[in-house]
């Protein structure tokens, strides 16, 4: 007599041979976003224990605050996690092609989340002169804003070693494939990297000069490299991202895809938490200083 388990994995030859019928993978990602939760919550508790007894010199947060720009990085970043959704049920249906598209969306999102960020940090730092070491604030704020923006970078380099992953071609073995993974990820980061740049800078342009067509002209002089960078590794992703015959990436794979998406919600639901204790919470219960 066949066991319960053998005969589970006769009727649905996906499901994953295990005892609880989980695949292992994500059992170990759930312990994993457990303690991580712990950690989050540790860093936001000392943030808002300290908010409720600042010590002397403490900044004002509402004073220091872009709450709009906050407010909008927030949004992006729940929009990311749509996109992330769409990912997940596109390979469960097996459509590789609105799989890819939406993780692209997904990391285009996350770019810009942390895109926003840097623009705050950089602004509280060179601006607002509060740094990680000379208030408690500082101290807090940095560690805790700090911690989630990397979490949120390790996502989108996930993300995008999965959209690569999506085009081994069936069969493929040896340092072929390999070598062109690796050249594929070099033109992702490369292209990310100048494009925040050079969005950094126009946005830095707009802001001193207004939005004037001599500020975009004396932007582009400024940083024709990195704009052109850019733009030719938007073209070379394009030419990585053509289809070259059947690929070893289909249903099979969308533990894998799901198991992703639960680290990326994680990572949006933690940031509504951060957004609520550190933000908002400033403009509703403002604290005594």
């Known amino acids: 007599m066949s066991s319960p388990a053998a005969t589970a994995s006769l009727d649905h030859p996906l499901a994953p041979p295990t005892a609880t019928g989980i695949p292992n993978k994500k059992i170990l990602l759930w312990a994993f976003l457990a303690s991580d939760c712990m950690f989050f919550g540790t860093l936001i508790s000392t943030h808002l224990v300290y ?38 049920n596109a390979i469960h249906r097996g459509n590789l092609r609105s799989m890819r598209s939406s993780l692209l969306v997904t990391i285009l999102f996350g770019l810009i989340f942390l895109g926003c960020q840097v ?44 959209y690569i992953r999506s085009f ?28 925040l740049y050079s969005l950094y800078h126009l946005v830095h342009a707009v802001l001193a000069g207004g939005a004037a067509w001599a500020t975009v002209t004396g932007f582009l002089t400024a940083d024709l490299a990195p704009v052109l960078g850019a733009l030719a590794g938007l073209g070379a992703l394009r030419w990585l991202g053509r289809a070259h015959g059947p690929v070893d990436f289909d249903a099979r794979n969308a533990d894998d895809v799901e198991s992703m998406g ?13 957004f609520t204790a550190v933000y908002l919470l400033e403009y509703v219960f403002p604290a005594a200083h």
């Not at 600042?54 to 949004?75: A, D, K, M, R, Y």
């Open 168 to 195: 081994k071609p069936a069969g493929a073995s040896g340092g072929g494939w390999v070598g062109r993974a690796v050249v594929h990820l070099l033109v992702f980061a490369a292209t990310a990297v100048l494009s």
């Open 262 to 274: 639960l680290y990326w919600h994680f990572v949006d639901i933690v940031w509504i938490v951060i």
């Open 51 to 88: 908010r409720l007894h600042p010590p002397p010199g403490n900044p004002v947060p509402t004073q220091i605050f872009n709450i709009e720009l906050t407010s909008f990085s927030t949004f992006i970043l729940l929009m990311s996690s749509l996109m992330m959704a769409l990912a997940v």
């Open 119 to 162: 623009f705050e940090f950089n602004d509280f730092v060179f601006d607002k002169h509060v740094t990680i070491t000379n208030s408690i604030f500082g101290s807090t704020f940095f560690t805790l804003t700090g911690t989630h923006g990397t979490h949120v970078a390790i996502g989108v380099l996930w993300l995008a070693l999965m």
